[in-house]
């Protein structure tokens, strides 16, 4: 049947949703940002396309594969155009330690023909036209350096627009990890994903979604319009309810194994969990300054790995996830 390709920045209807089969089990993946060193508070600069956190990738990545666990590392320009950066994929992949998608960070990847801007720093709220050719090289110059096209993507900075699904189809793409169900950033000039659902669904007949794993915890959880309403954030502080995004980065393991169980509790089968690469080195990102921090985030790992062995969610690489919610 025939599926019109839908608009990713708009919650799907729940007919969109794909159902796995119960024999599909629970299952994780992990989506890695493989992305350039920046300063995170500093303005957007073409100038900051650093990558030496990469030569950590690869002991790091041999933590996450003794795990069982084959990631798919989402890599954007500078790290696809730096010949040091590029091998280090390449040589993963060709171990068949990893798999490959598409991140896009525009203000880092041409053309240029845009003002830098926070604004302008959401791919999607970029002219079509420039979205299309900076999507295009992108997909190009990975399918260049790994001699394969690239079908997963996501969007730098969950920057989804209105158009983004349809350039998706066009350039070949099969899967969407883009979506940060349960988060607005529309103060910050990039979408609204606050009612977005945390299951996957179809888009088009040849593009899915497949949402970053997040939660609503606590008490009143099941009431998710009272964290955005005017009481919401003293009802957070003292416990009441919480959003729990599945990353190491600024989420305690506490929180996360709540969020986890919750999910469970709920029936969730798929769950995507994702971090940014340069978090391997201390001082890269807010989230590991330093060695004490790096313990913590492989001490997050750790734990969550813990309790999906325990409850029998088992890994699954990205090519076994695009298979499955095709086939279902």
């Not at 729940?14 to 159902?19: D, G, H, K, L, P």
């Not at 420039?130 to 394969?148: D, N, P, S, Y």
């Not at 003292?238 to 194994?257: H, K, N, Q, S």
């Not at 750790?302 to 029998?312: C, E, H, M, Q, S």
């Amino acid at each position: 049947m025939q599926v019109e390709c839908a608009r990713l920045d708009l919650p799907p209807p729940v007919t969109a949703r794909i159902i796995l089969p119960t024999g599909f089990g629970r299952r994780f993946a992990i989506f890695a940002d493989a992305e350039e060193e920046f300063d995170w508070n500093a303005p957007f600069s073409r100038d900051s396309v650093a990558t030496s956190a990469m030569s950590a990738l690869p002991e790091a990545n041999v933590r996450l594969v003794a795990a069982g666990c084959v990631p798919t590392h989402m890599v954007d320009w500078p790290i696809v155009d730096t010949p040091a950066t590029a091998t280090i994929i390449r040589t993963l992949v060709e171990n068949d330690q990893c798999d490959v998608g598409t991140q896009l960070h525009p203000w880092v990847n041409p053309p240029f023909d845009e003002d830098l801007s926070g604004r302008n720093s959401y791919l999607g709220n970029l002219p079509i036209d420039l979205q299309r050719a900076k999507l295009f090289a992108l997909t190009e110059r990975i399918e260049r350096a790994f001699g394969v096209r690239p079908t997963i993507y996501r969007a730098g900075r969950y920057g989804i627009g209105r158009h983004t699904a349809d350039l998706l189809v066009e350039a070949g793409y099969r899967l969407d990890v883009s979506i940060r169900s349960l988060f607005d950033y529309r103060r910050q000039g990039g979408p609204d994903f606050s009612g977005h659902p945390v299951w996957p669904w179809r888009v088009s007949d040849t593009l899915n979604e497949l949402p970053l794993t997040a939660a609503f915890t606590g008490r009143l959880r099941r009431y998710p319009s009272i964290y955005n309403g005017k009481i919401g954030g003293l009802l957070a502080r003292t416990g009441m309810i919480g959003r729990v995004p599945l990353t190491p980065e600024g989420v305690p393991l506490t929180d996360a194994c709540e969020a986890i169980r919750c999910l469970l509790d709920d029936g969730h089968q798929l769950f995507s969990l994702s971090f940014h690469t340069p978090s391997v080195v201390p001082g890269h990102t807010p989230y590991v300054r330093d060695a004490a921090d790096l313990r913590t985030f492989w001490s997050w790992w750790d734990g969550v790995f813990d309790l999906f062995a325990k409850n029998g969610v088992l890994p699954i690489r990205s090519t076994e996830i695009m298979h499955a919610l095709e086939t279902a």
